[in-house]
């Protein structure tokens, strides 16, 4: 999946990094122990792949990235993650998008 994320940074922002994701939803696990124990958990939006922290630098910052799918994983049923964050990790902004056929 090829990314092209662009920040721009107001005046007086505290530092700020870029981080990137490839997720995976309709995931499912069968727990064999505890008080779920033979339950089918399902689960949406599990990151695959994890790319950065890319520390931003000026008013405006343009990324571009190319991140692999996982091993296994459905393109289909997949999507990418862009976030903003800062130094201790609080997100500022953040935003998901499914890819095409997904």
Do not use: Y
Request: hydrophobic residues 40%; charged residues 25%.
């Amino acid at each position: 999946v090829d990314i092209e994320a662009e920040a721009v940074l107001g005046p007086g922002e505290p530092p700020l990094r870029l981080m990137l994701a490839l997720f995976e939803d309709g995931l499912q696990s069968r727990v064999s122990a505890g008080e779920n124990e033979g339950r089918l958990l399902r689960h949406d939006a599990v990151a695959r792949t994890l790319a950065g922290p890319f520390p931003l630098s000026g008013a405006k910052t343009t990324l571009k990235r190319h991140l692999r799918f996982a091993d296994g994983q459905r393109p289909g049923a997949s999507g990418a993650a862009v976030w903003l964050e800062d130094e201790r990790g609080r997100v500022r902004q953040a935003l998901a998008a499914h890819c095409a056929g997904g």
